[in-house]
């Protein structure tokens, strides 16, 4: 099994600032089989990014994802308040087929 | 509007049954494999089960296989998740998710239902 390890766990940025977060994997995935999803309180989790670097429909081009082998990441450019969230990386693989990484949180400074 | 809606959660004994349904609308529900994720309260996403497009194939994360169930009618557009021999840890919220068609992630979620397993 394919173990996604999200770093840090907890972000504290303010908006305006640039958010770089962090998704190793415990061995090497193909760039087209993952993706980053964000999610806020209450809400099912929205796509953001698949095949690593593409970006869903509809979501700004601030949200942008990089990555190959074992270290993928998701940067957000410039932070607007509505981008605070947690937000989860995760691959799609054989067995188990998808796994998520733990989740980092992005919280207002 | 594409939207799924799941709904059949609810309070359940450890030891009971419960079948959670996701109804598909806005898409052509038989040409997409399907998904079921959950999270506990206070935690992360964890993939439960999948369904190919039509119901021939299936699989399941270890912690459910044996105890859940998986399938799909496309006549109703319509996916389930049976679950039996329920225990605390299965307490969370379930997603159904459409895995999209071209890529490897899961482009449209519904909105959770409840699932809560105590005495």
């Known amino acids: 099994e394919i173990v996604l390890t999200q770093s840090p766990g907890t972000l504290s940025l303010s908006p305006g600032e640039r958010a770089t977060l962090s998704c190793r994997a415990s061995q090497s995935v193909s760039s087209s089989y993952v993706a980053w999803y964000q999610q806020k309180p209450g809400q099912a989790p929205r796509l953001l990014i698949y095949?690593?670097?593409s970006r869903a429909t509809g979501i700004p081009d601030r949200f942008s994802g990089s990555g190959s082998g074992t270290d993928f990441t998701l940067t957000i450019s410039r932070l607007e308040p509505e981008d605070f969230a947690v937000y989860y990386c995760?691959?799609?693989?054989?067995?188990?087929?998808?796994?998520f990484g733990q989740g980092t949180k992005l919280e207002i400074k | 509007e594409v939207q799924l809606v799941e709904s059949g959660g609810g309070l359940v004994q450890p030891g009971g049954s419960l079948r959670l349904s996701c109804t598909a609308s806005g898409f052509t529900f038989s040409s997409y494999w399907m998904h079921w994720v959950r999270q506990a309260p206070g935690k992360g996403l964890v993939w439960v089960s999948r369904?190919?497009?039509?119901?021939?194939?299936?699989s399941y994360a270890d912690s459910v296989k044996g105890r859940f169930t998986i399938s799909r009618d496309n006549a109703k557009n319509t996916l389930y998740l049976q679950m039996n021999s329920l225990r605390a840890e299965d307490t969370a919220v379930y997603y159904c998710?459409?895995?999209?068609?071209?890529?490897?992630?899961?482009?449209?979620w519904g909105q959770g239902t409840v699932v809560t397993v105590s005495s």
């Open positions: 995760q691959q799609y693989g054989s067995s188990p087929p998808v796994t």
């Open positions: 369904i190919n497009s039509d119901g021939s194939s299936t």
């Open positions: 998710a459409r895995e999209g068609r071209v890529f490897y992630a899961f482009d449209i």
């Open positions: 095949g690593a670097s």
